[in-house]
């Protein structure tokens, strides 16, 4: 019952940075894990971080370590993920998935959005 929209993918050059947000409808995030997720063609889906349900922890893929950050706004429903120092390896299409608890495996969340592109040029 959970409807999740990802925005604000685009081009940007390496070394720059984009936000993307993840709005929600249908359940408040106050009490539900979200992870952040990317995938390009020919790939598996990979973790990139997720943070718990008060947002006061957040775990990284150590490709993002020191250069993402996850944060939410339970009184908006949105959750964000800040990409600074962008690389070209960073394309992909991201995702934000919402599920029971906080974990790396794209499996065991219920809930996702249709994705957002980033494309990071050289």
């Known amino acids: 019952q959970v409807q999740l929209v990802e925005s604000g993918g685009g081009l940007v050059q390496a070394g720059g940075s984009l936000r993307l947000s993840c709005a929600a409808s249908?359940?408040?995030?106050?009490?539900?894990?979200v992870g952040w997720f990317r995938q390009t063609p020919g790939k598996e889906r990979e973790f990139v971080g997720a943070?718990?349900?008060?947002?006061?922890?957040?775990a990284y893929a150590d490709s993002v370590k020191g250069r993402f950050t996850i944060s939410r706004d339970n009184a908006k429903n949105t959750v964000y993920l800040q990409m600074n120092s962008l690389k070209p390896e960073d394309t992909a299409v991201y995702y934000c998935?919402?599920?029971?608890?906080?974990?790396?495996?794209?499996?065991?969340?219920?809930?996702w959005g249709q994705g957002t592109q980033v494309t990071v040029s050289s």
């Open positions: 998935a919402a599920g029971p608890i906080v974990t790396m495996t794209s499996r065991q969340y219920a809930y």
């Open positions: 943070v718990t349900q008060s947002g006061s922890s957040t």
């Open positions: 249908g359940r408040t995030f106050s009490n539900v894990p």
